[in-house]
C-alpha cells in the first residue's frame, strides 16, 4: 500500500524557513516523480513544485520560485521542501503527492500544517 | 500566469448526472493539457480520480467520467450517490510554460 507521510509543519515566523519532509513507502519512490501542493485555509489547491524520479528537472510555481526548495534522498525515500522567508499567505496544508507512471498525482499524503504568524 | 475556471458550486439530486468543467484563459483545453481531476471531502486529504483527460484509477467508481466537451475539460457523475458530495478541481498542465495549475474547484451538492 502507497503511504506517505508529512512531517515538519508547524508555527513560524514572518521571514523565517522551515523545512517539510515526505517519507514514503508502499513503492518504489526512485522510480516516481513527485510533487508538492499546498491549501490554504478554506482555500482551494495550489501546484507549488515537482521534482523528477532523478532529481531532474525540477520545477516551480511563480508564487514560491526563489524562496522555496524541493529535493529528495531516493536512498532514504523521502522527499523534501525548504521553505525560506515565509509570509503570512504561505500558511496553509502542505500535501506531498506521488506519481505512477503516466499519473502525476497518483497518491496524496495526509497533509502537515504551516502557520505563518508573529 | 493561465487561469483555470470552474463552477464554484453545483447541485445535482440523488441519481441524477451532472457535469463539471475546467477552462483555460489560455484557449481551448485539450488532450495536451493531460487535465486531472480530484475529489475531496471536508477534512480529507484529495484523492485524484481522472488523469490524461478520461483515464481512471482502481479506485475511481465508474459512474465518474472525464472527457473534453466544447473546449472544455469534463467531469460527468452519472448516478450520483450522496458520498458523491465534495470539492472537485481540474488540474492542468502547461507544458509549454513548465507550469500547471489548479482550477479553484467546485462545491458539489447531491440534494
Known amino acids: 500500500e502507497v503511504q506517505l507521510v508529512e512531517s515538519g509543519g508547524g508555527l513560524v515566523q514572518p521571514g523565517g524557513s522551515l523545512r517539510l519532509s515526505c517519507a514514503a513507502s508502499g513503492f518504489t519512490f526512485s522510480s516516481e516523480n513527485m510533487n508538492w501542493v499546498r491549501q490554504a485555509p478554506g482555500k482551494g489547491l495550489e501546484w507549488l513544485s515537482y521534482?523528477?524520479?532523478?532529481?531532474?528537472?525540477?520545477y516551480y510555481a511563480d508564487s514560491v520560485k526563489g524562496r522555496f526548495a524541493i529535493s529528495r534522498d531516493n536512498a532514504k525515500n523521502s522527499l523534501y521542501l525548504q521553505m525560506n522567508s515565509l509570509r503570512a499567505e504561505d500558511t496553509a496544508v502542505y500535501y506531498c503527492?506521488?506519481?505512477?507512471?503516466?499519473?502525476?498525482?497518483?497518491?496524496w499524503g495526509q497533509g502537515t500544517l504551516v502557520t505563518v504568524s508573529s | 500566469q493561465a487561469v483555470v475556471t470552474q463552477e464554484p458550486s453545483v447541485t445535482v439530486s440523488p441519481g441524477g448526472t451532472v457535469t463539471l468543467t475546467c477552462g483555460s484563459s489560455t484557449g481551448a483545453v485539450t488532450s495536451g493539457h493531460y487535465t486531472y481531476w480530484l475529489q475531496q471531502k471536508p477534512g480529507q486529504a484529495p484523492r485524484t480520480l481522472i488523469y490524461?483527460?478520461?483515464n481512471k484509477h482502481s479506485w475511481t467508481p465508474a459512474r465518474f467520467s472525464g472527457s473534453l466537451l466544447g473546449g472544455k475539460a469534463a467531469l460527468t457523475l452519472s448516478g450520483a450517490q450522496p458520498e458523491d458530495e465534495a470539492d472537485y478541481y481540474c488540474f492542468v498542465s502547461y507544458h509549454s510554460t513548465w507550469n500547471w495549475v489548479f482550477g479553484g474547484g467546485t462545491k458539489l451538492t447531491v440534494l
Open positions: 503527492a506521488s506519481g505512477s507512471g503516466s499519473s502525476w498525482l497518483y497518491s
Open positions: 521534482i523528477s524520479s532523478t532529481s531532474s528537472p525540477i
Open positions: 490524461d483527460t478520461s
